[in-house]
């Protein structure tokens, strides 16, 4: 499977990062256990089960249109087969048409396979993931359990209102566990 994901600029991944270490040392699941040099704050856009050369070189003329403004809102949660605690992203109309650009490109490509439903235009909740596991319990959705400096970059009060951007792309490949820009690298 292979996933279009927008890379936040370094000063919003060191935020991200700030509260996943925040949620690890309250002994909860959180991502700054994720240990794969992959690892990275990002939102996905996309995803399909191939993406040949040429999709890859269309999707990379889309995302010129990076950087982009990124808006951090609140905490969510999402269950399933696993529980998701993720920080909200306001997504803006810039974002809003990137992502369906790279939705329609990625679904009109022969062979891609079938899109994942939950990430199609009406239906996407663009979030950055902060923690994930089976039958993880994170109190909440809101904040009131972090330590105050995440507490307040989680709820838009914080430093992480300041400028953001999206500034970068990349695809990332679950089988090969690898990962490759895609478009302008603006970080």
């Given at each position: 499977?292979?996933?279009?994901?927008?890379?936040?600029?370094?000063?919003?991944?060191?935020?991200?990062?700030?509260?996943?270490?925040?949620?690890?040392?309250?002994?909860?699941?959180?991502?700054?256990?994720?240990?794969?040099?992959?690892?990275?704050?990002?939102?996905?856009?996309?995803?399909?089960?191939?993406?040949?050369?040429?999709?890859?070189?269309?999707?990379?003329?889309?995302?010129?249109a990076l950087p982009l403004p990124l808006h951090l809102g609140?905490?969510?949660?999402?269950?399933?087969?696993?529980?998701?605690?993720?920080?909200?992203?306001?997504?803006?109309?810039?974002?809003?048409?990137?992502?369906?650009?790279?939705?329609?490109?990625?679904?009109?490509?022969?062979?891609?396979?079938?899109?994942?439903?939950?990430?199609?235009?009406?239906?996407?909740?663009?979030?950055?993931?902060?923690?994930?596991?089976?039958?993880?319990?994170?109190?909440?959705?809101?904040?009131?359990?972090?330590?105050?400096?995440?507490?307040?970059?989680?709820?838009?009060?914080?430093?992480?209102?300041?400028?953001?951007?999206?500034?970068?792309?990349?695809?990332?490949?679950?089988?090969?566990?690898?990962?490759?820009?895609?478009?302008?690298?603006?970080?």
């Open positions: 499977m292979h996933s279009i994901e927008l890379l936040p600029d370094a000063a919003t991944e060191r935020a991200v990062r700030r509260v996943w270490r925040a949620v690890a040392d309250a002994g909860l699941p959180s991502l700054a256990d994720h240990g794969h040099p992959t690892n990275r704050p990002h939102l996905t856009l996309a995803t399909a089960d191939t993406l040949p050369a040429a999709t890859r070189t269309v999707l990379a003329q889309a995302l010129t609140g905490l969510l949660r999402f269950s399933g087969r696993f529980e998701v605690l993720a920080w909200a992203v306001r997504p803006d109309d810039a974002l809003l048409a990137l992502h369906e650009e790279v939705w329609r490109i990625v679904r009109e490509t022969p062979g891609a396979g079938r899109p994942h439903p939950l990430l199609a235009p009406g239906r996407w909740v663009p979030h950055i993931t902060l923690g994930r596991g089976r039958g993880a319990v994170w109190p909440g959705p809101d904040s009131r359990w972090l330590p105050p400096s995440a507490s307040a970059s989680a709820s838009g009060n914080g430093s992480a209102t300041a400028s953001r951007w999206w500034a970068a792309a990349r695809r990332y490949d679950s089988t090969s566990r690898t990962t490759a820009r895609v478009g302008p690298d603006t970080a």
